[in-house]
C-alpha cells in the first residue's frame, strides 16, 4: 500500500536529500573539486583551497598527435591580415545575448591518424565538470547556453578551461592544448567566480605556420583566486667584484636578475582581454620569436611590438631577451628592445622604460596576437617624439637594436631604428617627470632608405643595427647593415661613409683577379657563403688600403680606440683601424647566413679589464655552423680543433647545444649551434673559448659556467665595467648576470651514487627535473607519479614568477615544508624513495634552496637622481619591495618608504592589482 510504501521510504529519506546534497555540491562546484576522471586513475590532492590532479600525464612535444580545438568565434572575426591579429583560437567565449552557443570542431594534427581504420573517442569538460558525452570522430560538439542543466553546472560566471579525456587507439598517443571558456549572463543574479585556471594555458611554438607543441602542459590546471595576487619586487644583490683571468681560470657565477622559464616553456603572466576586461587571466607567454631580425615586427609569429614589457623591480617587470645595448660605470644596462622600448635594467634587476610603449601600470597586457590598436590601449607611451614619421602620440622606435651613451652626458642617447633607417636621439630633460624628448639626429624625416652622406636630416641609412660612442675620439661609429658600410658621425652630426661599399648580395667591390677557378666555380651563385666571402673580399689589409665590409651587424671599440667589428657575411669578429684601413681577423663566429636571411650574433668588448683581460671579447649568435665543423673538405677551413675550449680536439670536445665527441664531422655545412664564446685580447689564431661547457643548453638560476646550462639561442651579451657580464636568450624568458662567485653563493655539491646512471650528476639537477616533471629523467623506471604543472605554473620555475603569488625569493626563512608546501609539491613526490636515505623532497629542495640564490647586503642603488621618481597618478598602483634578511647573509636590510594603502575597488569583480611605474626606494 502507499503507507507501507512510505513507511518503508521515510527512513531512507535524510539518506536520500544527503546524496541529493553531495550530488548537488558536486555538480555546482566547479573549481573546488577533481574531475572524475582524476579520481578514478590518479591521486587528487588539495593545495590550500584547490585541488590537483596527481599522477595526471603531462603532454609534450614526443605526442606523436596533437588535438587542435578550433571554436565558432565571431567576437573575434578573422579580418584576413595577419598584422592585424585574427581570431584567438585560445578562446571559447559564451555570451548570452551574444555568443549564447559554440561549436567545438577538433583536427587531429601531426600523426598519421586514420579515422577510417583508427578509432578513438574525446570526452568534453569544462572547468571540472563534464558537458558531453563520450564523442567519436569528427569529435564535434556545440556547448549551448540554453541547455536545461546549464545554470546547474555553471552556477557563476568567469574564465574556466576547456579539456579532454581520450580513450581508444592512440588515447596515449594523443595530446592536446586546453583552451579557457568564458561564460557571461547579462543578468545580476549570476555572481562571477574570482577563480581563474593556472596551468596548461600555454602556446604551442610556431601556432601560425602549424609548428608542435612545444610546451609540456596537462589538461587538469590549477584554479588560483586573482584576489591572492600581491606583487612584490625582491631586488638583487648589485655587489660585484672584477676579475682578470680568462672567463674560463676565473671563479664565477650565474645569477638570475628576473624571472626565467625552461626551453621553449612560456611564462604565465597576468593578462586583460577586451571581451571580458574585468577578468584579469594568466596565460603563457612563449619565448623563441624568430630567428632573423628583418621580420622581428608584424611578423606572423613574432609581433615584438605587442610584446608585454612591463617596468617594475625584479620579479615584477619584465623585458624580452630580445634586448641590447651597454651598461654604464653605475652597472645601469641602457638597453634597446625589439618591442620598439628603450630602457634601463638596473643592477638590482628592476626595470625602467625611458621611452617607448609599456604596459601601463594600472592595467594588465592584452595578448600579443590582437591587433595592435587593442594591445595599445592598455600600455602607456613614454616620451615624446618630435620628429620622425609617427610624431606625438603615434611615436615609437621601428626595431631599435643597440644603444649608446653620450660620454659628456649620461642624459643623451643614441638608438638606431632598423626599421627607421635612422639614428635616433633621446633627451632625458627631467627623469623625475619623464620629460623626455625624442628626435631624429641622422637620416630622413620620413624613414626613407639611402647610402647618402650628409648633415643631419640629409644623411641617409638602410637598416642600421648598432653603434657605438667612442670617448677617445668622440666620433659615432655605425654597423649601416644593409648597405654593408661603416659610417661615422661626428657630435655636430655629419655623416661619412668610413669603409665599405658592397651590397647585401656581393661581398666585394671588386672581384679579386688573383681568385682560383676552383673558389670561381664553387662560389658563383654562393657568394653569400661565409667563406667564399672571405676569399673574395679584402677582409685583412694592411695601413693604405680599403677593406670590404659585408652585412655588419655589430660594432663596439676597445681601450685603444680600435673599432671592433661583427659581420654576419663574413661570420667574423675583425679589428679596424678607424683612420688608415688596417684591418685583421680576431675570432671566428660563423653565424647564420644565407641570401636574405642575417642570422643574429652580438658582441661587447671589455674595455676595462673587469671581466677578464682588458680587451676581451664576448660574443654570442644565435643560430649558426657548429665550430670545427669541416665545411666540406674542399674548402680547406680548419678541422675540429677551431673553437673549443680546450683548443685541441680530444674526447672533451663539444658543441654547446648537443655532444659531439672528437673529429668525425663528416662533411656537414650546415650543423645547428648557438653558441656563447670569448675572444681573448692579442689573438692571432682566429680562436674563441666557449664560455660553458654544457650539453643540454637550457638554462638554471646559478652556477658556475663549468656547471651552468646556458639559455638556448643566445641573444643578449654586454660587459658590465664593475665586473661581470650580461647575458640572456631567445629561447628562455629571463636575464642572467654572470659574476665573480662569492662565499654566500649556494653551490651544488652533493652528488648521486654511481648506480644511478649517471657518476657525477648533482642533486639539484635531479631536483629540477623532480620539480618540474615529477620525476627525474634518470628515474623514470622508478614509477614516480607525474604531477600537474598547475603548481609549477603557479611558482615558475626555480620557485619564481611575476604573478604576485608565492615566490622562492621572499621565502629565505621557510622551513623546507613551508617551501615545500608554498611551491605545491605533491606530496607524492616527496615521499617518493630513492635509496640511501633520500626521498624526493631532498631532491626537490636542493634545486629550490639553490634558486633562491644569496640575499647579501642590499646597499643604496644609484638611480638617475638621489630622488625618486614619483610612483604614479594615484595611490594604488603601489608595489612592495622586500626587503626581508638573509638565511645566507644575515646583515642588516634598509627600512623601506612607506607606500600608501591600496584603495579597494566596491566592484564585485576584482580588479589587478597594479603596479608602480616607476623605481621605488629599497
Known amino acids: 500500500s502507499t503507507f507501507d510504501l512510505l513507511f518503508k521510504v521515510l527512513p ?189 594555458m600555454f602556446e604551442p611554438d610556431y601556432p601560425d605556420d602549424g609548428g608542435t607543441y612545444r610546451s609540456t602542459h596537462t589538461p587538469y590546471p590549477l584554479y588560483v583566486d586573482i584576489n591572492d ?76 611590438e605587442r610584446f608585454p614589457v612591463k617596468d617594475g623591480p625584479r620579479g615584477v617587470g619584465w623585458m624580452s631577451a630580445y634586448v641590447s645595448g651597454i651598461v654604464d660605470e653605475k652597472g645601469r644596462f641602457f638597453f634597446a628592445e625589439t618591442s620598439g622600448r628603450v630602457g634601463i635594467l638596473y643592477p638590482d634587476g628592476e626595470i625602467f622604460t625611458i621611452a617607448g610603449w609599456v604596459t601601463d601600470p594600472l592595467k594588465d597586457p592584452v595578448w600579443y596576437k590582437k591587433p595592435t590598436h587593442v594591445v595599445r590601449e592598455n600600455q602607456v607611451l613614454r616620451g615624446t617624439w618630435l620628429e620622425g614619421k609617427y610624431p606625438g602620440e603615434e611615436g615609437n622606435f621601428g626595431t631599435a637594436l643597440d644603444v649608446a651613451i653620450d660620454p659628456t652626458d649620461e642624459n643623451v642617447l643614441l638608438v638606431p631604428g632598423y626599421d627607421d633607417n635612422c639614428i635616433w636621439k633621446i633627451t632625458i630633460k627631467d627623469i623625475t ?101 672571405k676569399t673574395a673580399s679584402n677582409v685583412e689589409t694592411s695601413a693604405g688600403e680599403e677593406p670590404d665590409i659585408f652585412v655588419p651587424h655589430t660594432i663596439r671599440v676597445d681601450s685603444k680606440g680600435n673599432i671592433i667589428l661583427m659581420e654576419i657575411g663574413y661570420g667574423t669578429v675583425r679589428e679596424l683601424h678607424p683612420s688608415n684601413g688596417a684591418s685583421k681577423i680576431l675570432g671566428r663566429v660563423d653565424m647564420k647566413h644565407t641570401v636574405g636571411i642575417r642570422g643574429w650574433a652580438w658582441m661587447d668588448v671589455d674595455r676595462y679589464g673587469t671581466a677578464g683581460p682588458k680587451d676581451g671579447i664576448y660574443w654570442v649568435k644565435f643560430v649558426g655552423e657548429v665550430f670545427g665543423a669541416s665545411h666540406g673538405n674542399d674548402r680547406g677551413d680548419p678541422g675540429c680543433d677551431f673553437m673549443y675550449k680546450d683548443i685541441t680536439c680530444d674526447d672533451s670536445c663539444r658543441h654547446q647545444s648537443s655532444p659531439i665527441h672528437g673529429c668525425d664531422f663528416g662533411t656537414s655545412t650546415n650543423m645547428f649551434s648557438e653558441s656563447y664564446g670569448y675572444i681573448p685580447p692579442n689573438n692571432t689564431d682566429q680562436k674563441s673559448y666557449i664560455l660553458f661547457n654544457s650539453d643540454a643548453g637550457q638554462m638554471a638560476s646559478f652556477g658556475p659556467p663549468g656547471q651552468f646550462d646556458p639559455a638556448h639561442y643566445p641573444w643578449l651579451v654586454a660587459v658590465d665595467p664593475r665586473g661581470a657580464v650580461l647575458f640572456g636568450g631567445g629561447g628562455e624568458h629571463g636575464i642572467l648576470r654572470m659574476r665573480a662567485k662569492t662565499d654566500a653563493d649556494p653551490y651544488p655539491e652533493e652528488v648521486l651514487e654511481p648506480d644511478y646512471s649517471w657518476d657525477q650528476y648533482y642533486g639539484y639537477w635531479n631536483g629540477r627535473y623532480l620539480f618540474l616533471d615529477g620525476a627525474p629523467e634518470s628515474f623514470y623506471a622508478k614509477g614516480i607519479d607525474r604531477p600537474t604543472l598547475g603548481g609549477i605554473a603557479v611558482s615558475g620555475m626555480d620557485g619564481h614568477n611575476i604573478l604576485g603569488l608565492a615566490d622562492a625569493w621572499g621565502l629565505k626563512d621557510a622551513t623546507d615544508e613551508e617551501l615545500l608546501d608554498a611551491m605545491l609539491v605533491p606530496q607524492s613526490v616527496r615521499d617518493a624513495d630513492f635509496g640511501n636515505g633520500r626521498d624526493g623532497a631532498w631532491f626537490v629542495l636542493k634545486y629550490l634552496r639553490a634558486g633562491q640564490g644569496p640575499r647579501g647586503s642590499q646597499g643604496p642603488i644609484t638611480k638617475f637622481t638621489p630622488n625618486q621618481i614619483p610612483a604614479c597618478e594615484i595611490n594604488n598602483c603601489e608595489y612592495e619591495i622586500d626587503t626581508g634578511p638573509s638565511t645566507a647573509t644575515p646583515t642588516p636590510t634598509p627600512t623601506p618608504t612607506p607606500t600608501p594603502t591600496p584603495t579597494p575597488t566596491p566592484t564585485p569583480t576584482p580588479t589587478p592589482t597594479p603596479t608602480s611605474d616607476a623605481p621605488t626606494p629599497t
Open 229 to 304: 595576487r600581491h606583487h612584490v619586487g625582491y631586488p638583487a644583490d648589485t655587489a660585484v667584484t672584477p676579475w682578470t683571468e680568462l672567463p674560463k681560470d676565473a671563479d664565477l657565477y650565474v645569477e638570475l636578475l628576473g624571472p626565467h622559464t625552461d626551453l621553449f616553456a612560456p611564462l604565465p603572466m597576468w593578462w586583460a582581454d577586451p571581451f571580458h576586461d574585468d577578468l584579469p587571466f594568466v596565460r603563457g607567454f612563449p619565448p623563441k620569436h624568430s630567428e632573423e631580425h628583418t621580420n622581428f615586427n608584424l611578423g606572423v609569429n613574432h609581433r615584438h
Open 433 to 533: 617627470t619623464r620629460d623626455v624628448e625624442v628626435t631624429v639626429f641622422a637620416g630622413a624625416l620620413d624613414h626613407s632608405a639611402g647610402k647618402t652622406d650628409g648633415t643631419g636630416h640629409d644623411a641617409r641609412f638602410h637598416g642600421p643595427t648598432s653603434l657605438v660612442w667612442d670617448p677617445i675620439s668622440d666620433d659615432i661609429y655605425v654597423a649601416d647593415q644593409m648597405n654593408s658600410l661603416v659610417r661615422k658621425i661626428t657630435r655636430e652630426g655629419v655623416v661619412t661613409t668610413l669603409y665599405g661599399g658592397s651590397s647585401v648580395d656581393n661581398p666585394y667591390n671588386s672581384l679579386h683577379p688573383d681568385t682560383p677557378q676552383s673558389v670561381l666555380d664553387e662560389c658563383s651563385n654562393n657568394w653569400h657563403r661565409q667563406p667564399c666571402a
Open 12 to 200: 531512507l529519506l535524510p539518506i536520500l536529500l544527503l546524496l541529493i546534497l553531495l550530488l548537488s555540491s558536486s555538480v555546482s562546484s566547479v573549481l573546488g573539486q577533481c574531475v572524475p576522471e582524476c579520481l578514478e586513475s590518479h591521486t587528487c590532492e588539495k593545495f590550500g583551497d584547490r585541488h590537483a590532479c596527481i599522477g595526471a600525464q603531462s603532454i609534450q612535444s614526443s605526442r606523436n598527435c596533437q588535438i587542435w580545438f578550433y571554436a565558432d568565434n565571431p567576437l573575434e572575426p578573422d579580418d584576413g591580415d595577419i598584422t592585424t591579429g585574427g581570431p584567438d583560437e585560445m578562446w571559447l567565449h559564451l555570451h548570452e545575448n551574444s555568443v549564447p552557443s559554440s561549436t567545438i570542431r577538433p583536427e587531429v594534427r601531426f600523426c598519421g591518424y586514420n579515422p577510417s581504420n583508427d578509432v578513438f573517442e574525446v570526452r568534453y569538460f569544462v572547468g571540472n565538470v563534464y558537458i558531453s558525452d563520450w564523442i567519436g570522430d569528427p569529435f564535434e560538439f556545440t556547448f549551448d547556453m540554453t541547455r536545461p542543466d546549464f545554470d546547474e553546472l555553471f552556477p557563476e560566471d568567469g574564465i574556466f578551461h576547456l579539456g579532454v579525456d581520450i580513450r581508444g587507439d592512440f588515447a596515449d598517443e594523443v595530446g592536446f592544448n586546453p583552451i579557457f571558456v568564458h561564460i557571461r549572463r547579462d543578468s545580476s543574479v549570476y555572481s562571477t567566480t574570482p577563480y581563474t585556471p593556472v596551468g596548461g
